[in-house]
């Protein structure tokens, strides 16, 4: 079966634990402004190559030397479920060869509960708890983002959700609100919550691609971060940072 990737390479800790082989999957459904990867929005680019799962198992069983410290294969996009018949053969043939799999995904598809027996580790971005906000500026709807957490707090899955803060997106005294209240009566004892800062590390990719940048005074203030991270933890969530 065929993969259309963008970009791979070694992280350390950021894209799961230890040192981890990192595919990025072309396509992704979400049309977030402060994207970092625009080269794996569409479902081709300049920089796509199309692979096999065979190809991709063979790279890693001859990379397994480089998964020190709890490493091994990571899955991300662009959106991995995008091409999930692909990624779900991919992360069954990882496991047979008992090799440590972790995706992160934006949590929208309504099949992500197939892929928990392959995955070990879950990361997953919870961009804003309002709909109708999370359409109007992702152009995606958050319906099944909410559905998998609820999901994944009944079968008491281990998760690392990541809330990205955008000024004027979700960064407000109310946004702390509604991501809690979201939260409130949800047994989270499995989850951790982290916190992205906005930043522009990949701006220079749009004028790579002759797109305007679409941000405008997207940073937050470091007061802002720290009081997410200090009512998270106020209120018994498990805040880290990766």
Known sequence: MELKIFQKGFNYSQDG????????????????????????????????VKTTVA??????????????????????????????????????????VNIST????????????ELLPFIDILIMDFKHYDEEKHF???????????????YLCREEKEVLIRIPLIHGFNDSFKDID??????????????????????????NKYDELNLPYPVENGAIEAVTLEYFKK???QKGHTVVQT
């Not at 040192?19 to 402004?33: S, T």
């Not at 949800?186 to 989850?191: A, E, H, I, R, S």
């Open 102 to 113: 972790c995706i992160e995904t934006n949590a929208t598809s309504e099949n992500l509960k």
């Open 231 to 233: 009512s998270f933890i």
């Open 55 to 96: 190809e991709l198992v063979n790279e890693t069983i001859n990379s397994r030397l480089m998964f020190f410290d709890g490493g091994g294969v990571t899955l991300t996009g662009g959106e991995v479920t995008c091409q999930f018949k692909a990624v779900r053969e991919l992360l069954i043939e990882l496991k047979k």
């Open 136 to 150: 109007d500026v992702t152009k995606a709807s958050n319906k099944k983002v909410k559905e998998n957490i609820f």
């Open 178 to 203: 509604g991501f809690l209240n979201f939260f409130e009566n949800l047994n989270t004892d499995k989850f951790q919550f982290e916190f992205l800062a906005y930043h522009e590390y990949g701006r």
């Open 17 to 48: 634990t230890g040192n981890r082989l990192v595919y990025h999957l072309q396509g992704c459904n979400m049309r977030c402004p402060w994207c970092s990867n625009p080269e794996g929005i569409f479902w081709e680019s300049s920089k796509t």
